[in-house]
């Protein structure tokens, strides 16, 4: 029995159906392909030996700590977005997840994902015109509230997996990682105040847990097309492009923290910072809206951090002069 169209969509044309490839096919095979590069991913780390050569180690269980904690934190967020496009009868796609690519660090024998965990994260693309600012507040809160909803488990789970010991004087790249207020907060309360010259060393689940506090913070910043950008014009409307001009710039200044922020500065602007208008912009969001709007930038406070893979400038160009020795 086919279902009768809302009445906001009989004025648009409907979209092509989509086959049972685009429908199902498609982000199955994504999900399984994302779930094997995760899983490898957590499973095999490179190490040096003293002579200068790179051995691999394997640990299966920690490739499916990383697999279970931030699929499940990837997941949460994206099918928030699609149950409350279901529920506002949204025609959207089933979440597409994309797998990070593998390149060879020594000759064709050893490889490593560009993402240190093995993904890039996942998206749902919306097919039919949001009906209303209630509406876009919903689809667009849904995602990162419903994914920092099980990144709590995760991330109480990964700190408390994690060991508290001396700092190393010198820490390889990419194994170093700025800690958001919540991850310092809950790594207080199980381990205690941090002695000096001391860090915590956290497993593949506490960096999926962290992958899951980072995504949620850069979808919650109020730019265009972005999940934060969604909240924003529903509650502000015009206003909106304002908060989203300043907001890319400021993504631009995080540049000074070092190189890290570069690719994101520019994916903002891409994603541009003006946000399209709803079919019924005058249907008021209400009170309750406005306040789950605060609670969820309280949420990107607390997930934020300006330095997220500690690589500073003078680490970037002393890269470059070796490259070039």
């Known amino acids: 029995m086919s279902q009768e169209p809302a009445p906001w969509l009989r004025a648009w044309a409907a979209p092509p159906p989509q086959t049972a490839w685009q429908r199902w096919g498609r982000p199955l095979v994504l999900f399984v392909v994302t779930l094997g590069s995760v899983f490898l991913t957590g499973t095999l780390s490179i190490g040096e030996l003293p002579d200068g050569r790179a051995v691999l180690a394997v640990d299966p269980s920690e490739g499916v700590a990383l697999a279970l ?9 994206e099918m928030g977005h ?3 496009c279901r529920y506002y009868r949204v025609d959207a796609t089933l979440p597409q997840f994309i797998p990070s690519p593998w390149i ?8 490593r994902p560009l ?7 996942a998206f749902i693309r919306i097919r039919t015109p949001i009906p209303n600012r209630r509406a876009l507040f919903d689809i667009g809160v849904a995602g990162p509230l419903a994914g920092f909803l099980v990144c709590l488990p995760v991330l109480f789970l990964g700190v408390a997996q994690g060991r508290v010991l001396p700092r190393p004087p010198v820490v390889p790249f990419g194994e170093a990682f700025g800690d958001p207020l919540l991850l310092q907060w809950v790594s207080r309360v199980v381990h205690g105040p941090m002695p000096a010259g001391s ?3 956290i497993g593949k689940l506490g960096q999926g847990a962290w992958f899951g506090l980072l995504v949620t913070a850069l979808n919650l910043m109020p730019i ?3 999940d934060g950008g969604h909240v924003t014009y529903a509650l502000l409307r015009e206003r909106a492009r304002l908060i989203s001009r300043i907001a890319s710039w400021v993504c631009v200044a995080l540049i000074y923290f070092g190189p890290s922020w570069i690719l994101w500065a520019i994916l903002v602007r891409i ?11 005058q249907t008021p969001v209400g009170r ?6 605060l609670f969820s930038l309280a949420v990107f406070v607390v997930c934020f951090v300006p330095n997220p893979i500690v690589f500073h400038w003078h680490d970037f160009f002393e890269g470059i002069r070796d490259l070039l020795r």
């Open 104 to 111: 060879p660090v020594a000759g064709l024998v050893l490889w």
């Open 224 to 226: 265009g097309q972005l």
């Open 69 to 77: 904690g931030l699929l499940s934190i990837l997941f949460a967020h």
């Open 82 to 84: 699609y149950l409350a």
């Open 115 to 121: 993402s240190f965990v093995g993904t890039f994260g």
């Open 288 to 293: 309750g809206r406005v306040v789950v709007g």
């Open 271 to 281: 994603l541009g910072r003006r946000h399209p208008a709803t079919l019924d912009d």
């Open 199 to 201: 860090d915590l060393f």
